[in-house]
Structures are given as structure tokens and as C-alpha cells.
């Protein structure tokens, strides 16, 4: 799962153009349980490099999410 995610990540990123190579994501599967909860974070630093007197400037921006898995979800086989 964690695999997944981390290619998942990658690709959307490199659909919104965002290549500069400063992309970081964590997940945290916990236990994957049903009901329990998974996490991510993302991290990834802008420039302003294509705007005038601001293409020194870089910041991070980040972003954190959980979710429950659904206590429904149908276990993976053996």
C-alpha cells in the first residue's frame, strides 16, 4: 500500500507540473486495519523564479491528511 501511494503521489505531482525535485511524501499505513486510520504528508518547495524581484524567494508547502479505512473493506487474500 505504501508503495502505491508513493508512485500515486509522484505521478499527480508530475501532472500539475510540479518536477522541480523538492517533492516529499510520507505514509503512514498504521496498522491498515479496517477502522483504523491512514496518513499522509506532503511537502513540496515553490519558487517564484518566472516573477520579477521575487526569484530568490522559496517556501514550503505542506499538507497533512488522514483517513479511516473503511470498516467494511474486504481483507486482501492470504
Known amino acids: ?3 502505491g501511494g508513493l508512485t ?3 505521478d499527480v505531482a508530475a501532472a500539475y507540473g510540479l518536477t522541480n525535485g523538492s517533492l516529499a511524501v510520507s505514509i503512514d499505513p498504521g496498522s491498515f486495519a479496517r477502522g483504523s486510520s491512514v496518513g499522509a504528508t506532503v511537502r513540496y518547495e515553490v519558487t517564484l523564479d518566472d516573477l520579477p524581484l521575487l526569484g530568490w524567494t522559496r517556501f514550503d508547502v505542506t499538507s497533512d491528511h488522514v483517513e479511516r479505512t473503511d470498516r467494511y473493506r474486504s481483507r486482501w487474500p492470504g
Do not use: S
Open 1 to 3: 500500500a505504501t508503495v
Open 8 to 10: 500515486r503521489a509522484e
